[in-house]
């Protein structure tokens, strides 16, 4: 319930910019796709949304752009469906071959 509260807060601020970290973890698999509907229903068409998270394969739906990074420093990055068409591979799987 925290966490719901606290994403309702900050984007009830109608920012151009949100950098949310870890947003859905330690939350329930029922309460993330809540939690992120209502992050994507309340966010503007000209704001930009940045999530770090490692939960990739409950984000990968809502992915247009995705940045991989290790130690500060960028390993992997580009538009998601072409990823996904350039390496055959989901999202999340591309993100388990990148960190193993």
């Known amino acids: 319930m925290r966490e719901k509260v606290q994403i309702a807060l900050i984007m009830s601020r109608r920012a151009k910019l949100y950098l949310l970290d ?3 973890s330690g939350v329930d698999p029922a309460a993330r796709q809540i939690i992120l509907d209502g992050i994507l229903r309340n966010l503007e068409e000209d704001s930009l949304l940045i999530i770090s998270t490692h939960l990739i394969h409950d984000l990968e739906p809502i992915l247009d752009s995705v940045v991989m990074m ?3 420093r960028v390993v992997l990055t580009g ?5 996904r068409a350039e390496h055959g591979v989901s ?10």
């Open 79 to 83: 538009d998601a469906d072409d990823l």
């Open 70 to 72: 290790r130690h500060g």
């Open 22 to 24: 870890e947003p859905i």
């Open 91 to 100: 999202i999340d799987q591309l993100f388990r071959e990148v960190y193993q």
